[in-house]
């Protein structure tokens, strides 16, 4: 079965830490991966997308990054938090008429 | 600048009304539509999609409605419930696959 995993669920991280959150897909090859941020009471932001390893654009200039290591892996970075990073993350994959979505992870910046 | 405009920011029905969210788009590129269904704290999870080739597409109580020329689409919750108290969004995409999302409409189900 294709499934979408990410994690960690929620953090809370303080300003100017790193980050790293991880997505993984499963039960497909070579999907379209995407990064999208929701912010409290919000619409939601697409951040990054990639369409293959190593292939990652970029949508929003920020100080967050994104790599692909992997076909099923998408990864999310930042060097230095900023309390603005704070919001809800969701990784996505491609699929049919739309996207399948993991769980989110809700990041609180103090 | 907001690619997709989405109509009412929230709406209360009475259960077993019909709810209606209205979006609406600029960008004659987008080829498909979805509509998502978001519980708090949860991702949002695909309802119904639809391609700008058809006009209304229905699936169980959803039904989109698509106006191409007015580039307009609609999302109808026939015989709302409680259950269906969520936050929706309209999106359309694009050949990249890349999903421009509506502000999203809060919508409350009354018992």
């Known amino acids: 079965s294709q499934t979408i995993h990410q994690w960690p669920a929620t953090l809370v991280q303080p300003v100017g830490s790193p980050l790293s959150l991880e997505c993984t897909v499963e039960?497909?090859?070579?999907?379209?991966l995407y990064w999208y941020r929701q912010a409290a009471g919000r619409g939601l932001q697409l951040l990054f997308y990639?369409?293959?390893?190593?292939?990652i654009s970029s949508e929003v200039p920020q100080n967050l990054s994104a790599s692909r290591p992997q076909d099923r892996q998408f990864i999310l970075s930042s060097k230095k938090l900023l309390l603005s990073d704070s919001g809800f993350y969701l990784c996505?994959?491609?699929?049919?008429?739309?996207?399948?979505f993991g769980s989110g992870t809700r990041l609180t910046v103090v | 600048q907001q690619q997709v405009k989405q109509s009412p920011q929230s709406l209360i029905v009475q259960k077993g009304g019909i709810s209606i969210i209205n979006c609406a788009y600029e960008?004659?590129?987008?080829?498909?539509f979805p509509w998502y269904q978001q519980f708090p704290g949860k991702g949002p999870a695909l309802l119904i999609a639809?391609?700008?080739?058809?006009s209304e597409k229905k699936e169980g109580r959803f039904t989109i409605s698509f106006n191409k020329s007015a580039k307009q689409f609609s999302l109808h919750i026939m015989d709302s419930q409680p259950g269906d108290s969520a936050t929706y969004f309209c999106?359309?995409?694009?050949?990249?696959?890349?999903?421009?999302f509506g502000a999203g409409t809060q919508v409350v189900v009354t018992p």
């Open positions: 996505a994959w491609r699929t049919g008429l739309g996207y399948t």
């Open positions: 039960g497909t090859s070579n999907p379209n």
């Open positions: 990639s369409v293959g390893i190593g292939q």
């Open positions: 960008n004659t590129a987008f080829d498909y």
């Open positions: 639809i391609r700008p080739d058809v």
């Open positions: 999106a359309a995409g694009d050949s990249w696959g890349k999903l421009q």
